[in-house]
Nanobody, 121 residues
Framework: QVQLVESGGGLVQPGGSLRLSCAAS????????MGWYRQAPGKERELVAG???????YYVEPVKGRFTISRDNAKNTVYLQMNSLKPEDTAVYYC???????????????WGQGTQVTVSS
């Protein structure tokens, strides 16, 4: 089993910043990729940013230039620095990780519980 725990959400005014963190723990052999998704009320969950081993980070167009994803491999942790936040960024943000477990090298595709980000004046 692989668990993801997110932190860092909250209420922020437009133009403000927040930093989300997501730590993976459990039976981890390797993590191939980690990413952040978000789901706004009444909408489907969508990819925000991702980072894969040996690759460059990628972002959806609405957050390019404002959000930065980074990863600390030693801590199995991924971060999302969000700057110049807008009301339309309001959503529940979810962390995702894919990789291999220690037991039998089974693959895993795990999600965090979600953290609320609200951008409002």
């Amino acid at each position: 089993q692989v668990q993801l725990v997110e932190s860092g959400g909250g209420l922020v005014q437009p133009g403000g910043s927040l930093r989300l963190s997501c730590a993976a723990s459990g039976s981890i052999f390797s993590i191939n990729g980690m990413g952040w998704y978000r789901q706004a009320p009444g909408k489907e969950r969508e990819l925000v940013a991702g980072i894969v081993s040996g690759g460059s980070p990628y972002y959806v167009e609405p957050v390019k230039g404002r959000f930065t994803i980074s990863r600390d491999n030693a801590k199995n942790t991924v971060y999302l620095q969000m700057n110049s936040l807008k009301p339309e960024d309001t959503a529940v943000y979810y962390c995702n990780a894919k990789g291999r477990q220690l037991v039998n090298f089974d693959s895993f595709d795990s999600w965090g519980q979600g953290t609320q980000v609200t951008v409002s004046s």
